[in-house]
């Protein structure tokens, strides 16, 4: 893999940037795999690269019905935080955080991340106390935050109207270190260390069937020929249910679309993100200067990736109270991601009935912000085939025993 530098885009631009070889292989799948991953999105490509680099395994392939990166991955609105409640997410999302800010030189590749703050607007006594123990909370897990008032909530953001006539701001749950990065950068790098260390990325090529043999899985039949494998692993987010049906087991999670939103671009205005969970509505913007926009899931199961007009009237009009400014602004585009919820908010990093087979979703509407720590969590999982510290507290077994790790009541809203 040719190395990325000032000096190689110096050297390019002499030959007219003629040289330059391809990020990745595209080859054809070989019979068998030591391991095969199925899902080349962020979680999927994170979990193969620190299988490599963390425990030698590269006899890997991951493969793709779409092409890569064409899921959830580059359909996000690419909020990084790791504020939350409850011990087992914080320690994995602050894993990823930290992750994230090495990450353009651990893979040798820019995915753009940017450290600009993250904040939780509290906009009722409920959520003022609630941010509060969600402070006291991250401190506990060595976690930087910091509750802020409204005049330094103004400071941070002029373009906030603090004063709205249904939901003032009565301060905020601030992230420093928190901020955004590249989507679609983010699968780039990972698939381009993975095919340096010899891993086949297969796209187009959908997973039709799951062998098995003795309980054990075997491998599976794909669109491009049927692929042996060691060791299955399925991270394939809002389409995980379908995928483990094919398996022979179900999931106790639910597909939904999660909708999102970019303006016309504008000059800068807001160098920190914004989560209004009241109105439930959240905002940051971008590096064109579009103003990218989210809210909630739709409120019905579909395996949509397109966007609704309904959607666009209830979010918008959560913000415009809050960023009065929006107003005049023309929508850009519009999309949509599956993405896959669970009952309580969490995911799934775990062993399944199918010996040598595993799973990771239930990400619900936080994956992205997730994706390095996901993947180290999951390698370990599928070296080790038991989970390590930050993975054990997301077993199925939990919906069994009643262990919920419940951070849409915690929160206060499922991101």
């Known amino acids: 893999m040719r190395r990325y530098s000032a000096f190689a885009i110096a050297r390019a631009a002499l030959r007219y940037h003629q040289g330059w070889e391809r990020a990745w292989r595209s080859p054809q799948p070989k019979a068998k795999y030591d391991v095969v991953i199925v899902g080349a999105g962020g979680h999927g490509l994170a979990t193969a690269y620190y299988l490599g680099r963390n425990f030698g395994i590269t006899n890997v392939a991951i493969i793709e019905k779409g092409w890569l990166g064409g899921g959830n991955t580059g359909r996000n609105t690419t909020i990084i935080r790791s504020n939350y409640l409850q011990d087992p997410s914080a320690a994995i999302y602050e894993k990823a955080r930290s992750l994230y800010e090495t990450m353009s030189q651990d893979l040798n590749y820019n995915v753009m991340f940017s450290p600009r703050g993250v904040m939780m607007l509290?906009?009722?006594?409920?959520?003022?106390?609630g941010y509060q123990r969600t402070a006291h909370a991250n401190a506990l897990q060595?976690?930087?935050?910091?509750?802020?008032?409204p005049e330094r909530v103004k400071d941070l953001c002029p373009i906030i109207n603090i004063a709205g006539p249904r939901y003032p701001v009565l301060g905020a749950l601030w992230q420093p270190r928190g901020g955004t990065a590249r989507h679609d950068a983010i699968a780039w790098g990972y698939a381009r260390a993975c095919s340096d260390m010899g891993m086949d990325i297969i796209q187009q090529c959908e997973v039709t069937a799951v062998r098995s043999e003795g309980g054990r899985v075997t491998g599976v039949d794909t669109t491009r020929g049927a692929i042996d494998c060691g060791k299955l692993a399925m991270v394939v987010a809002?389409?995980?249910?379908?995928?483990a049906a094919k398996?022979?087991?179900?999931?106790?999670?639910?597909?939904?679309?999660?909708?999102?939103?970019?303006?016309?671009?504008v000059k800068p205005c807001m160098d920190v993100v914004v989560m209004a969970n009241t109105v439930h509505g959240y905002m940051s913007q971008s590096d064109k200067g579009e103003m990218v926009i989210g809210g909630g899931a739709d409120g019905y199961n579909n395996?949509?990736?397109r966007g609704s007009f309904h959607h666009i009237e209830e979010t918008v009009r959560a913000l415009v109270e809050t960023f009065p400014m929006i107003s005049r602004l023309k929508m850009l585009r519009q999309w949509g991601g599956i993405v896959d919820m669970t009952g309580d908010r969490s995911p799934i990093i775990s062993t399944t009935p199918l010996g040598n087979c595993f799973i990771n979703c239930g990400w619900g509407t936080g994956g992205f912000k997730s994706i390095p720590g996901s993947g180290w969590a999951m390698a370990e999982l599928v070296a080790k085939g038991a989970p390590g510290p930050l993975a054990e507290a997301f077993s199925l077994d939990r919906f069994r025993e009643g262990r919920f790790i419940d951070e849409?009541?915690?929160?206060?809203v499922a991101h």
């Open 303 to 305: 395996y949509t990736q």
């Open 408 to 412: 849409s009541v915690a929160a206060g």
């Open 122 to 129: 509290a906009q009722t006594q409920h959520e003022v106390r």
């Open 247 to 265: 398996a022979g087991f179900r999931l106790p999670l639910e597909s939904v679309a999660l909708q999102a939103l970019v303006s016309e671009p």
């Open 238 to 243: 809002g389409n995980s249910g379908v995928l």
């Open 142 to 149: 060595g976690v930087a935050t910091e509750f802020i008032g």
